[in-house]
């Protein structure tokens, strides 16, 4: 792993972001013995409006808790997506939901299309894309270990066995279509 990474996991509100950069940074701290900071923003509705989540994950302190480089952006929404493709560097990775979100070629970063939402469906639970979302996040940059998140997830979720048996489901899920990405690539 990089010593720093800088995330911003970016769509709408109601797609679990602000979840899903908690769940990253409580990871890293509480799991695998890493800083992290996590600031969020998002629209007066609580549905609907552009929302993200930054989330700094480091082997050294971090002095601000905002990103301001950033290396990898999960686009959940085309607002999301547009907000964010052009202006991101070479050294960026771009994730997007392929069946939501239409992608243009001008763009600097290594983007990658995957059917969140469609896997999210899949397991069970559209509200799952955010864990979904982490599981390619992880596989694909190996910032924090799985066994973390599956830590985090079964502690979070421990007095609903049904909600934590369908998060790890959806979790799984993103890791198997990362390999799959990863396999296809090579």
């Known amino acids: 792993m990089k010593k720093r990474y800088e995330i911003i996991l970016s769509g709408v509100g109601g797609q679990g972001l602000v979840v899903g950069g908690t769940i990253l940074g409580e990871a890293a701290t ?3 013995n890493l800083n992290s900071t996590l600031t969020t923003s998002y629209g007066v509705e609580t549905r609907g ?3 993200k989540s930054d989330v700094i994950i480091s ?3 971090i002095f601000f808790p905002e990103v301001i480089e950033e290396d990898l952006v999960l686009a959940l929404a085309q607002v999301a997506y547009n907000k964010y493709a052009t202006s991101l560097s070479e050294n ?3 994730i997007y939901d392929c069946d939501s979100i239409e992608s243009v070629s001008d763009v600097k970063a290594k983007q990658y299309g995957f059917p969140i939402i469609e896997a999210s469906k899949e397991v069970g639970s559209l509200a799952a894309a955010n864990i979904v979302s982490l599981g390619i996040i992880v596989k694909m ?3 924090i270990s799985s066994e973390a998140v599956i830590s985090v997830l079964n ?3 421990s007095k609903k066995p049904k909600v934590c ?3 790890l489901k959806a979790f799984n899920k993103g890791l198997e279509l990362a390999e799959q ?3 296809s690539s090579h």
Do not use: S, Y
């Open 49 to 51: 409006t552009f929302t």
């Open 181 to 183: 990405c990863k396999t």
């Open 92 to 94: 960026c990775i771009l």
């Open 30 to 32: 509480m799991f695998d």
């Open 155 to 157: 502690k979070k979720f």
């Open 165 to 167: 048996e369908a998060n």
């Open 141 to 143: 940059t190996g910032i």
């Open 59 to 61: 082997k050294d302190e």
